[in-house]
């Protein structure tokens, strides 16, 4: 099923802030994901908003990613200009998602449908892979929505929804005091508009909410062996290092193991031997780190082969995201000269927006400006004394 973070911001067209700087504030702060509502704005007015959104992203690496709420005709404009968005949520009077599957340049987006009650739960079209349930309860910043289903209606539309492989997302008037009885009914992700966009600091609501998700769900299980993963500079290391303290697990780098094994360090191995050979010797020496429960970080490149994908999987541990912003992470790595892939922003940003696909194939861990300290603490409790 996808995996979405557990708090979905929503833009707000009837604020003075333009919707493209709501969508950049909200990156900023550490949400991967925005969806992109521009209603009651005319269509040009959507557009230029849009517009400079996804383009401000893409120099950024992809972050936020963003999924445009009703406008197949802006996702196709933006997709023709190179700006294809992550993903397009329609409501039942939409274009058909499996026809949006079809439009050129959004063959790959994610497509999210709007559902109100049990006929719909239960026929959602095939081409979604995630979903709104909603009203939660009465909203100022939809006129028209449907009757409230409650919480018993939220918990019998996630179990419809799951059952198909969908990703449950929790709509209307939400607010942060609903999240662990959201979370615990099974919604995979909170949608908000007025909760977020009235917060001093949005970050520490989406902290706050990640706190409670994994309350209700930890992405892995005690024992079980742990795979990070994420790009350059985004603290894998130190947040394994931690992990494996807590958790009494062995810890391993495959990056360290390399050059072990190698007997010179990754940029040698770059610059005298090349990219491809380099990405031969991740796959050869995983599986050997994966024989027994550990935490084993992996290096910004490696999720992208399937071989180690599947190595991961067939060793029962469970992969998970550092997903800390490419601006953060290229303001570390910069400064590091043994990394052979991080001398040039422009090649950085371009890199980290192609294996994001990737990347999110599992759990995100999202730092919201926190360290790995208190990453880990959110995550397992704080320590005993």
């Not at 919707?19 to 702060?29: M, T, W």
């Not at 040009?44 to 959104?53: M, T």
């Not at 063959?107 to 349930?133: F, K, M, N, R, Y």
């Not at 550990?294 to 190595?311: F, I, K, M, P, S």
């Amino acid at each position: 099923m996808l995996h979405l973070p557990p708090l979905y911001p929503i833009t707000d067209a009837t604020r003075t802030e333009p919707l493209s700087d709501q969508i950049r504030r909200l990156g900023e702060a550490g949400f991967p994901l925005v969806q992109f509502r521009g209603k009651p704005l005319d269509a040009k007015a959507q557009w230029v908003e849009l517009r400079a959104a996804l383009t401000a992203a893409a120099a950024q690496g992809g972050w936020p990613q963003v999924c445009v709420n009703d406008r197949a005709d802006l996702a196709l404009l933006a997709a023709q200009e190179g700006l294809a968005p992550w993903g397009l949520h329609l409501g039942q009077e939409d274009l058909p998602p499996a026809e949006v599957k079809h439009l050129p340049g959004l063959g790959g987006a994610h497509i999210g449908a709007s559902t109100h009650g049990p006929s719909e739960w239960q026929t959602v079209d095939a081409a979604c892979d995630h979903a709104g349930l909603g009203p939660f309860r009465v909203t100022a910043t939809k006129s028209d929505h449907a009757a409230p289903i409650g919480l018993a209606g939220l918990r019998a539309g996630c179990e419809a929804l799951r059952t198909q492989g969908i990703a449950p997302i929790a709509i209307g008037g939400l607010t942060l005091s609903d999240a662990h009885a959201c979370f615990a009914a099974g919604a995979e992700a909170l949608a908000m508009v007025g909760e977020i966009h009235r917060a001093e600091d949005p970050a520490a609501l989406g902290w706050e909410a990640q706190r409670q998700r994994w309350g209700v769900r930890p992405p892995f299980q005690r024992g079980q062996g742990l795979a990070l993963i994420g790009g350059s500079g985004a603290g894998k290391t130190t947040l394994g290092r931690h992990l494996a303290q807590r958790l009494s697990l062995p810890f391993h780098d495959l990056d360290g193991a390399i050059e072990a094994c190698e007997g010179r360090p990754v940029a040698a191995i770059f610059d005298t031997t090349g990219e491809a050979a380099f990405r031969s010797l991740e796959s050869a020496l995983l599986p050997g780190l994966l024989t027994t429960p550990a935490v084993v970080v992996l290096g910004g490149g490696a999720w992208e082969a399937q071989a180690n994908r599947d190595a991961v999987a067939a060793a029962g541990f469970a992969p998970l995201w550092l997903a800390e912003t490419p601006v953060r992470a290229w303001g570390r790595a910069s400064r590091d000269p043994n990394r052979p892939l991080a001398q040039n922003q422009t090649a950085f940003m371009a890199r980290w927006a192609a294996r994001t696909p990737a990347w999110s194939q599992a759990p995100m861990l999202l730092p919201f400006g926190h360290n790995s300290r208190g990453l880990v603490s959110a995550l397992l409790g704080p320590v005993s004394k």
